[in-house]
């Protein structure tokens, strides 16, 4: 039986966006005079031919968030929050057409792509409640005699840089915020999924959004677009999500002009299972951090460090698991993982896959594959990995779980605390003193504690070292857009 591919449903969808007007400065759908192929993951085909800005359109798009800024900022809170509360429920009322799009054009598997919708479309139900509670304090200044008023207020025009593999939440972790705040917005979404940010920034505008408070400008020269808004003295805002190497060149140009910057970076989450623990509840912990996304998420699970006790037991569960994924194209029935994003991503794993066999690993378990020409790799268990190996050292991003033996507490956080990344990680134990006690004692942003997903709108993301500068979601995502003032008022 021929693979289901893409329905015709969506090509309905992406063709009513109309993409080859797709650059979206102040409310119209522009074309650029060139385009790019946006193509589905899992077979190579193109889907779309997207307009493919440039600095024109980045200059375009700062215009147009610039002069709805003053309007935007003097909007009432409650009436922010309303418009947002709108695009959030506009958002979950379309998840299957959004799941759909999602799906296309990065080709995860369909219940992957609805739970993005869920956890994308929350952040505008977060940020909508939000947005109603702004900053500010009043105190009598400790010498007497003068009051001090806190406030604070939109940081101006945003630049926001979002990454591919969550094309929706991404965007609605930063649009949120900033809207909230009273900021208006650039975003230049990722070449390989731009179909489904322009969905959300028409989503925006349907809520009762004005037009120019939310632009999108999608390119294949993203450093002559970024680089355009960094110059540009009316942006004041760079929120970037992406790899450690370009948020450090993009800290390096926010520099220049002393650009307020905020940075969600690349992880290399440890994945710590305890003698004492659950192992069932550990195993299914596993493959939610693992395998959501294919492992192609920045919080996903990089190097499992298993007990020696349990280690036999662990990886006989989890690699029947592992085995019983269904790989594929979205849209065939019982799909649970998708293909990678690009042919550079399946060579990188197979080289992180080929350094760990050469120094003594082996693959104890592994899915079957895909026959589609789309960038396959099958979900693989490795054993016996030194802790030199290239796979724990750096981030994966795909649908590796090598796995390492510990037996001593100190080695074991030596061993996870040696990395320069610290985003997320997890720990399962039964003793719940010592798993706070590790998770205290680990180098990262964010510890699941017997559970696999740290992701929570209300709860603040981000990393330490050289994972981020910064948080979203939680209180802390409005803050990032925000600026504080304060008065001395001498009123004697
Ligand atoms: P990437 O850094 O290559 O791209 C991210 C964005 O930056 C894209 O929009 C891309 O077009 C743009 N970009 C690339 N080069 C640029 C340049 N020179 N100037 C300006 N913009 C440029 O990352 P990616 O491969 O798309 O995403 C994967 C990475 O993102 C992983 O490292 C992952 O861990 C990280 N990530 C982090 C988080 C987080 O919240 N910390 C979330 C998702 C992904």
């Not at 800005?53 to 809170?77: N, Q, S």
């Not at 429920?89 to 799906?103: G, K, Q, W, Y």
């Not at 900053?135 to 200044?141: H, L, N, T, V």
């Not at 460090?305 to 994924?325: M, P, R, T, W």
């Amino acid at each position: 039986m021929a693979p289901r591919l893409v329905p015709s449903s969506v090509l309905d969808t992406i063709k009513t966006l109309d993409p080859e007007h797709g650059a979206h400065i102040g409310g119209q759908g522009l074309s650029t005079g060139r385009t790019f192929g946006v193509r589905d993951k899992a077979t190579g085909d193109v889907l779309a031919d997207y307009a493919d800005g440039g600095v024109a359109e980045a200059t375009a798009a700062v215009d147009a968030a610039a002069a709805a800024f003053p309007g935007w900022a003097a909007t009432a809170p409650r009436v922010r929050s309303e418009a947002l509360r709108r695009a959030f429920e506009l958002m979950v009322a379309r998840t299957d057409e959004l799941a759909a799009l999602i799906s296309a054009e990065n080709g995860k598997a369909l219940a992957d792509a609805r739970a993005e919708v869920t956890y994308a479309a929350e952040f505008f139900r977060w940020f909508a409640e939000e947005a109603v509670r702004p900053d500010g304090d009043f105190a009598e200044s400790p010498a007497g005699g003068t009051r001090t008023i806190v406030t604070s207020r939109p940081v101006g025009v945003s630049a926001l840089v979002t990454p591919w593999n969550f094309p929706a939440a991404m965007a609605t972790r930063k649009i949120g915020p900033a809207l909230a705040a009273g900021c208006t917005v650039v975003l230049k979404p990722a070449s390989e999924t731009p179909l489904t940010a322009l969905a959300v920034a028409r989503i925006l505008e349907e809520a009762g959004v004005p037009a120019g408070v939310v632009n999108v400008v999608a390119t294949t020269d993203a450093g002559a677009v970024v680089g355009a808004w960094l110059a540009d003295a009316r942006v004041r805002k760079i929120s970037f999500t992406g790899s450690t190497g370009v948020g450090s060149l993009l800290l390096g140009q926010a520099a220049e002009r002393i650009v307020n910057s905020s940075m969600e970076l690349g992880g290399n989450a440890p994945f710590v299972v305890a003698a004492d623990a659950d192992l069932d509840a550990a195993v299914a912990g596993a493959m939610i951090a693992k395998f959501r996304n294919g492992g192609q998420a920045c919080t996903a699970a990089n190097r499992f460090y298993v007990h020696a006790d349990v280690v036999e037991e662990f990886v006989a569960k989890f690699g029947a698991a592992i085995e019983a994924l269904q790989v594929g194209s979205a849209f065939e029935d019982g799909t649970a993982v998708g293909p990678l994003i690009s042919a550079k991503a399946v060579a990188g794993t197979t080289a992180l896959v080929e350094d760990a066999l050469a120094r003594g690993a082996r693959i104890a378990h592994q899915a079957g594959s895909s026959e589609l020409d789309g960038h396959f790799y099958p979900p693989t268990l490795l054993v016996d990995v030194p802790a030199d190996a290239e796979v724990v050292r750096n981030e994966i991003f795909g649908p590796i779980a090598p796995v390492v033996t510990w037996t001593e507490d100190e080695e074991m956080l030596r061993q996870v605390n040696d990395t320069e990344l610290g985003l997320a990680a997890y720990v399962f134990s039964g003793d719940l003193r010592w798993a706070l006690k590790t998770a205290e004692r680990i180098e990262a942003g964010m510890v699941g504690v017997n559970r696999g997903v740290v992701s929570d709108p209300s709860a603040p993301f981000g990393g330490v070292k050289q994972s981020g500068l910064g948080r979203e979601g939680a209180r802390d995502g409005v803050r990032a857009f925000t600026e504080t003032q304060y008065f001395s008022v001498d009123w004697s």
